[in-house]
């Protein structure tokens, strides 16, 4: 009865201001036929001065009106002009790769042909023995000598790399070295006086630039698309380890990973990575590696070194408001530390857990990922001071970074493996990022199971693709390499005991190693 008496009161209140209302009009309406008549007496003075006077002030406004339509196209021209120099400019350096995965495994997880963007690119692939996959993707001509830049995940796990140059010639290309921590790799292919590239600097570039993507989006090659920079510095978008993105709203699609983003000199200022999209096409955001990593990444590597980097040694997270209250602060900047190594600079530096880390040689460090990426930027034997808070006090301390640990991760081109592991459990596993985690459904740390062989030791066992391992014989998996290292381990014909999730629920299942 309360709402009723509410919605009574509303309804008288709302009839009381409609009849203030009609009457406002009505006065309105008089004064306006008064008005009306006094300027009918007044034009009827004036007689034939009035539409001179009219006439005159038209032509004035469509003078006016035809000068800022011709400034408006004479702009749109010049940047039409701008647009077609750069296209001209950079199109020679962009060439389209093609992968061919042959079975038992597929390696183009959710990647760009446009057979498998129609259904959910983000969904685990299974092959048949002796079935052949293709993928699509874009690269940059890097140096004159056949060094192209592209992404690592274009060309991942591909049993052969095929390179087309904007002439139509085609060949095939060798990997040198890749990076799956940034998503870079390099290939090579025979042939001199290319048309390489020129790198720009992406820090220069400001929000609302204007950038253009050129690349292979569903394999139509030298696709240009135009747009802005939309953000600068994103991360957390769960592409990478390292996430430092350039944002554009110039269409990407699948196809566009590893081209060029050109700013309006026709520099490129970035590789163009990833988007973020509910359909699997473009929805106006996009990412694309800056070109200040890129050409370090690209000048490691091309010189045959991994890359290196600097290392703390800590495991580390953010602050929300609950956390931060419990350690007694109001705010949520800075980096909790939540584990140290042993014998690491964190250790030797004297930081604890629970130690937050407020400030890195005096700027402030707000979130673990702005943090690791300023660590990870800089050279090892890097001098630095730390500014955190313990127990309620500020302090500081020195350290001296190392070099952040390598693995298969981060190499120059890789040795033959003999025979590999996951060959002989009939499965092929990718690390848990945020985006394939989000789609299995999934939280925290492990592997997922991204294809398996009909008839094989995993599928036997029980497992899919979508599968998430979490333990092999007991040791947390973590992440690929812990995950692999622990299949190691077995020797052929051993049966090895997983914890898995699937749907939420984890169960155990045993799987037998192959004998051969």
Request: hydrophobic share 35%; charged share 20%; aromatic share 4%.
């Amino acid at each position: 009865m309360g709402n009723m008496g509410d919605e009574t009161r509303q309804y008288k209140i709302q009839n009381s201001r409609a009849a203030e209302k009609s009457a406002r009009k009505a006065q309105e309406i008089l004064r306006a036929r008064n008005i009306l008549a006094a300027f009918a007496v007044t034009m009827s003075i004036a007689g034939r001065e009035a539409p001179a006077n009219a006439n005159n002030q038209a032509t004035k406004e469509s003078a006016s009106s035809k000068s800022n339509s011709t400034d408006e196209l004479q702009y749109a021209r010049s940047l039409s002009r701008a647009f077609r120099e750069v296209a001209k400019r950079v199109g020679p350096s962009v060439v389209a790769i093609t992968t061919i995965d042959r079975a038992p495994f597929s390696s183009d997880f959710g990647h760009n042909n446009l057979k498998k963007s129609q259904s959910n690119p983000h969904m685990p692939q299974r092959m048949r023995p002796g079935s052949e996959q293709r993928g699509e993707g874009t690269g940059i001509i890097y140096s004159s000598d056949g060094l192209i830049i592209t992404n690592n995940h274009v060309i991942a796990g591909g049993d052969e790399i095929i390179v087309r140059l904007s002439d139509g010639r085609e060949m095939p290309a060798k990997q040198v070295g890749s990076d799956p921590e940034t998503d870079l790799a390099i290939v090579q292919i025979q042939a001199t006086d290319l048309h390489a590239a020129i790198f720009g600097d992406s820090n220069a570039i400001e929000i609302g630039d204007w950038v253009l993507a050129i690349g292979c989006p569903f394999g139509l090659e030298h696709s240009v698309t135009a747009g802005i920079v939309s953000a600068k510095g994103r991360d957390g978008v769960g592409l990478s380890t390292f996430e430092e993105y350039i944002q554009t709203d110039a269409a990407i699609n699948p196809g566009n990973s590893g081209g060029p983003l050109i700013d309006l000199d026709g520099h490129v200022i970035g590789i163009n990575s990833g988007i973020a999209s509910q359909s699997g096409g473009s929805a106006g955001i996009g990412f694309a590696i800056p070109s200040h990593i890129v050409k370090r990444v690209a000048n490691s590597i091309s010189q045959g070194n991994s890359v290196r980097r600097g290392w703390l040694g800590v495991s580390m997270q953010g602050l929300d408001h609950e956390l931060a209250k419990s350690f007694g602060q109001d705010s949520t900047n800075g980096v909790l530390v939540s584990g140290i190594l042993t014998g690491t600079p964190a250790a030797e530096a004297g930081l604890k857990v629970g130690d937050i880390i407020v400030t890195l040689d005096g700027k402030s460090t707000q979130t673990p990922t702005q943090l690791m990426r300023i660590i990870a930027n800089s050279e090892p034997n890097t001098p630095i001071t730390l500014g955190f808070i313990r127990s309620g006090k500020s302090m500081t301390t020195d350290a001296t970074l190392g070099e952040r640990p390598t693995s298969s991760n981060s190499t120059s081109t890789p040795e033959p493996a003999s025979p590999n592991i996951e060959d002989s459990l009939g499965l092929e596993i990718r690390a848990l990022d945020t985006e394939s985690a989000t789609a299995l459904g999934s939280t925290g740390k492990g592997v997922y199971v991204s294809s398996t062989i009909e008839g094989g030791s995993a599928e036997t066992a029980g497992l899919a693709p979508g599968d998430v391992i979490r333990e092999v014989n007991g040791v947390a998996i973590i992440d690929v390499e812990t995950c692999r290292s622990a299949f190691a381990k077995s020797k052929p014909g051993q049966i090895i005991r997983l914890l898995f999730e699937r749907e939420g629920a984890s169960r155990f299942t045993m799987l037998r190693r192959n004998p051969k």
